[in-house]
């Protein structure tokens, strides 16, 4: 069975970091694109980074230049490094699988003083 | 970039209605889209991948079509746990989604 947990999350300053984590089982991790995804309450889903299989990386420009993915393929992980956050960064923050897309249950971040 | 809209934003319907959401992409996606389902405070669940695939264990009622920039979602007969929120996605970089449809009760 697929499964992908998130942790990591929690309350932060604006201006503060956060590091966000999944670990995964049941599949084979290094063979896959991984994925966060945010989703404000009550909003959509917005879709966050991306890591390829031979750790390119993709970020739309809300977060481009403030957020950095990463794997261990050794740990079977996928990290989210947040820096410079800001009150629009607050969400429920999923990891998800890409092809034939898993997610996880997600891990929730609040920016706010 | 390649934006995604859907509609309509909202709809109500009854439990064996026939519904249908429509996603538009802005430029030709060819078929790479997914759709996926949110209940409230649930994550995600893929339902139709490549546009047209069936992920394993949805039911059959939930079908996709359309290829490059115009596509749909149709579930044949409503049953009340089809209850939720609907998201079209492009699967290529930016993984950009549709702003969602919400599907309640008439």
């Known amino acids: 069975e697929v499964q992908l947990v998130e942790s990591g999350g929690g309350l932060v300053q604006p201006g503060g970091s956060l590091r966000l984590s999944c670990t995964t089982s049941g599949f084979t991790f290094s063979t896959f694109d991984m994925h966060w995804v945010r989703q404000a309450t009550g909003k959509g889903l917005e879709w966050v980074s991306a890591?390829?299989?031979?750790?390119?990386?993709y970020y739309p420009g809300s977060v481009k230049g403030r957020f950095t993915i990463s794997r261990d393929n050794a740990r079977n992980s996928l990290y989210l490094q947040m820096n410079s956050l800001r009150a629009e960064d607050t969400a429920v923050y999923y990891c998800?699988?890409?092809?034939?897309?898993?997610w996880g249950r997600g891990t929730l971040v609040t920016v706010s003083s | 970039d390649i934006q995604m809209t859907q509609s309509p934003s909202s709809l109500s319907a009854s439990v064996g209605d026939r519904v249908t959401i429509t996603c538009q992409a802005s430029q030709d996606i060819n078929k790479s889209l997914n759709w996926f389902q949110q209940k409230p405070g649930k994550a995600p669940k893929l339902l139709i991948y490549?546009?047209?695939n069936l992920e394993t264990g949805v039911p059959s009622r939930f079908s996709g079509s359309g290829s490059g920039t115009d596509f749909t979602l149709s579930i044949s007969s409503l049953q009340p746990e089809d209850f939720a929120t609907y998201y079209c996605q492009r699967y290529d970089n930016p993984f950009t989604f549709g702003p969602g449809t919400k599907v309640d009760m008439k």
């Open positions: 998800a699988r890409g092809i034939r897309w898993s």
């Open positions: 490549g546009a047209s």
């Open positions: 890591i390829g299989i031979v750790d390119d990386t």
